[in-house]
Structure formats: structure tokens, C-alpha cells
């Protein structure tokens, strides 16, 4: 998805703005790219996932200018509908970061570092997955 050109810095000033007066994203459709549930919904996901990022972005080093975000509202063959959002280099589109906040009691981080082949980080919740990322900080090479 790199029809987006602003940039995560740009992108969060927006998403602080859309707290305000939701309404103001819908012809952005709040930043999701994709989604199954009614559109009615994409202002409140949008805000609950923009809480999500906020709590994320404190914890992996991530240069706001060269990355930007989308949300996602997943369908899975099996289950119920789930979040998530991705954080995706500007100039390639390639995303660095899948996090889903919660299915199912849980919460992951994928990402490029291993070609998203299993999660990097997994939890009961977003806490439990920084203080993992924290954890981690200092024997692995976290950010862009």
C-alpha cells in the first residue's frame, strides 16, 4: 500500500486531529487499507488501533519520516474478525512491522527481521509485548 505519501510523523499529527472530529477521516477511511466489518466502524478501530501505535512506537526505534502506517481488518478463514496495523518503509512500501494488539487473548509483533516466518514477539496483551521488545533491546537490532 504505497499510494500513502505522508509519513508516520504526518500521519500521527493526523490521527491526534481525527480524535477530535472523527468525521475528518472518512475520506481517508481512517488509514485502513483493507477491511470486512462496516464502515461505520473504521473511526472507532482506527482510534483504538492509533492508541495501540502510540504505546508501540515508545518501545523500538523507528524513524517517523522514512515510515508510514496502515490498519487492517482481517478476515481468517477461521475465527472472528481481527486488527492490525503495519508499519511500511515510505520509499519501497516493504513493511517492517505487523502488530496485532489482540486475537484471541493475544498479541504479536511480526516482522522483516525474519521475513515474517513467526512472530518476534507474542503476549497476553500489548504491556506484556513491550516489556518483551524492552527486553530484547539490548541483544537485538530493533528498528529501521
Known amino acids: 500500500?504505497?499510494?500513502?505519501?505522508s509519513n508516520l510523523k504526518q500521519q500521527l499529527e493526523t490521527l491526534e486531529q481525527w480524535k477530535d472530529d472523527p468525521f475528518l477521516g472518512a475520506s481517508e477511511c481512517w488509514y485502513f487499507y483493507d477491511w470486512?466489518?462496516?464502515?461505520?466502524?473504521?473511526?472507532?478501530?482506527s482510534q483504538q488501533?492509533?492508541?495501540?501505535?502510540k504505546?508501540?512506537?515508545?518501545?523500538v526505534d523507528i524513524d517517523l519520516e522514512k515510515t508510514y502506517v496502515f490498519f487492517k481488518n482481517?478476515?481468517?478463514?477461521?475465527?472472528p474478525l481481527y486488527d492490525d496495523f503495519r508499519i511500511c518503509d515510505l520509499e519501497t512500501g516493504n513493511v517492517?512491522?505487523?502488530?496485532?494488539?489482540s486475537?484471541?487473548?493475544?498479541?504479536?509483533v511480526w516482522g522483516s527481521a525474519n521475513d515474517f516466518k513467526e512472530p518476534l514477539f507474542e503476549g497476553k496483551g500489548m504491556r506484556e509485548?513491550?516489556?518483551?521488545?524492552?527486553?530484547?533491546?539490548?541483544?537485538?537490532a530493533i528498528g529501521v
Open 55 to 59: 504505546t508501540f512506537l515508545k518501545h
Open 49 to 53: 488501533l492509533f492508541s495501540r501505535l
Open 1 to 5: 500500500m504505497q499510494e500513502n505519501k
Open 103 to 108: 486475537y484471541n487473548g493475544q498479541s504479536e
Open 129 to 140: 509485548v513491550c516489556a518483551l521488545i524492552d527486553a530484547a533491546k539490548s541483544s537485538l
Open 74 to 79: 482481517n478476515c481468517p478463514m477461521m475465527g
Open 96 to 101: 517492517i512491522y505487523t502488530v496485532v494488539p
Open 36 to 45: 470486512f466489518c462496516k464502515r461505520q466502524s473504521l473511526a472507532r478501530k
